[in-house]
């Protein structure tokens, strides 16, 4: 039965009917690839802000992947195509999260030529690996994962399993930076490129989702006071932070672009 | 000129009494002091004097909680005061966030204007909301500034 499934783990939802991922999928919520998957099969429909007529046609669909038995009717609404991509209007809080997000792609895009010919032997190739750290570190996590975890996620019930997944993705990115500086110490080459490109595969995703569906709910979820109260909150936990160390992570990016468009042209 | 007698409205059903949800006199951008109590850390209304009169929920979904200050962009003068008072809210009162509400009507926009005037000048930055309402009352646009 369907309601037996509700208050199940997404993961474990698809693992036992794979079918499900790709109606999932079908309505853009991308489950199937989320490294962590604890999220409700109830929560999930509701944090992803389907109309009415979608959402019920979504459950009618996994009712009858999960009970064949009994097929639920869909309505007889035809699955609207996806809106053309709009500019979304996050609350200036969140603007601020996504907008340092832009900064956090650029270096993810620029992983690959980091760890293409890198020679961990050369003081050049160590630097460039701990200054990419160093921009992970600062950056990524001290300046913008702390104003989630410290700040934002407080505003919510952080039980929420989608909350704790964020938490956990955090964790896991910071494990992989962890084991780029082992592997930086031991010169293992072979081991720093698995986890800086397992870092990009998982950031890419967890961006993915905090931009396109947990800010947005979130949004939906905040009042005007609370908008307020964020926002001031984190330009408080901004002044804290050097910004001497921000301007030269941004610069750090910029000189690796430049660097990368540089070798390309030179191809 | 518009002539909304045409109007079809709800029929006099007894409701109970709305009550008014102001907390301040005075309202008028002129005659407020951005140091009143009432401003310190507050959500505070920026309206368009029309506004009130369009808008039939004005008090429970706008006013509510909040502080206010009402002013017209077209008719008022000496609005260079009114640039100083929004940036000593935003400066000095540390107010949360300012809802600037306007009509649909062009000249309205002449109060967000002077919203932004004031947020660009001042040092400390605070999320700036803009509704606009339309002739009959329609809430038109709610968006972030």
């Keep these: 039965m369907l309601e037996d499934y509700l208050n199940t783990g997404i993961k474990a939802v698809i693992s036992q009917f794979p079918d499900v991922a790709a109606i999932l999928e079908e309505y853009d919520i991308g489950c199937a690839p989320c490294s962590v998957g604890s999220c409700l099969l109830k929560d999930i429909v509701k944090i992803h802000h389907l109309s009415d007529e979608d959402e019920q046609a979504l459950m009618a669909r996994i009712a009858g992947v999960i009970d064949p038995s009994r097929p639920v009717k869909a309505p007889a609404i035809p699955r609207s195509r996806p809106a053309p991509p709009q500019a979304i209007a996050y609350s200036p809080p969140l603007r601020k999260l996504v907008d340092e997000h832009v900064l956090i792609k650029r270096l993810l895009a620029l992983i690959p030529r980091v760890v293409e010919n890198l020679d961990v032997e050369s003081e050049e190739g160590r630097r460039l690996i701990l200054r990419t750290v160093d921009f992970i570190r600062s950056y990524a996590d001290k300046y913008h994962h702390a104003k989630e975890e410290d700040i934002l996620f407080r505003y919510f019930d952080e039980n929420l399993d989608i909350l704790k997944a964020m938490r956990e993705e955090h964790e896991k990115a910071r494990s992989h930076v962890r084991a780029v500086l082992d592997a930086l110490e031991k010169g293992d080459r072979e081991e720093i490129v698995e986890h800086l490109n397992a870092y990009r595969e998982l950031l890419s995703e967890h961006i993915r989702k905090e931009d396109e569906i947990l800010y947005r709910w979130m949004d939906r979820n905040l009042s005007l006071t609370q908008v307020g109260g964020l926002f001031s909150q984190f330009t408080e936990a901004e002044e804290k932070i050097d910004q001497g160390v921000i301007e030269g992570c941004k610069t750090f990016i910029v000189e690796l672009e430049e660097k990368a468009w540089d070798s390309k042209k030179e191809r | ?145």
Excluded at chain 2, 100 to 129: D, F, H, T, W, Y
Aim: glycine share 4%; hydrophobic share 45%.
């Design chain 2, 1 to 145: 000129m518009f002539d909304f007698r045409d109007k079809k409205t709800e029929p006099d059903a007894p409701v109970a009494e709305v009550k008014s949800q102001l907390r301040q006199w005075p309202i008028q951008l002129h005659l407020i002091s951005p140091a009143a109590p009432y401003y310190q850390g507050a959500d505070v209304l920026l309206v368009a004097d029309c506004v009130a009169y369009a808008l039939g929920s004005f008090h429970m979904d706008y006013l509510k909680g909040k502080s206010i200050a009402i002013a017209c962009p077209k008719l008022d003068e000496g609005q260079e005061v009114y640039v100083e008072k929004i940036k000593s809210w935003l400066d000095d009162a540390k107010i949360n966030t300012l809802t600037v509400l306007i009509m649909q009507v062009p000249c309205c926009m002449g109060l967000l204007n002077l919203a932004k005037q004031a947020a660009q000048a001042s040092e400390r930055k605070v999320p700036i909301k803009s509704v606009v309402v339309s002739l009959q009352g329609e809430i038109l646009s709610e968006n972030w500034v």
